[in-house]
Nanobody, 123 residues
Framework: QVQLVESGGGLVQPGGSLRLSCAVS????????AGWYRQAPGRERELVAG???????NYADSVKGRFTISRDDGKHTVVLQMTTLKPEDTAVYYC?????????????????WGQGTQVTVSS
């Protein structure tokens, strides 16, 4: 089984910064694509930032230039550095990873989600 533990959320004033971290543990061979998503009340979950195994990144237009996603494959972590935060960034943030692991059918790629961490941007 694979577990994801997110940390770093909290309350911050507009213009502030937060660093979200996602630690991946358990039985797997490697992490392929990874990403951070968010879900605000009454809204669908949306992709905020993604990163491939090769380090290529993509961002939602609303966070470009403010958020940076990175990964440390040696430590099995995925980090989202958020700066110049706005009230509209308020949401529960979720980490998602695609890992290569054993399944009942053999080796396959499976997706896993973290439990979510609350980010609130308010004065």
């Amino acid at each position: 089984q694979v577990q994801l533990v997110e940390s770093g959320g909290g309350l911050v004033q507009p213009g502030g910064s937060l660093r979200l971290s996602c630690a991946v543990s358990g039985m797997f061979f490697s992490i392929n694509d990874a990403g951070w998503y968010r879900q605000a009340p009454g809204r669908e979950r949306e992709l905020v930032a993604g990163i491939t195994s090769g380090g290529m990144t993509n961002y939602a237009d609303s966070v470009k230039g403010r958020f940076t996603i990175s990964r440390d494959d040696g430590k099995h972590t995925v980090v989202l550095q958020m700066t110049t935060l706005k009230p509209e960034d308020t949401a529960v943030y979720y980490c998602n990873v695609q890992v290569v692991t054993y399944t009942d059918s053999g080796i396959a790629e499976l997706g896993f989600w973290g439990q979510g961490t609350q980010v609130t941007v308010s004065s």
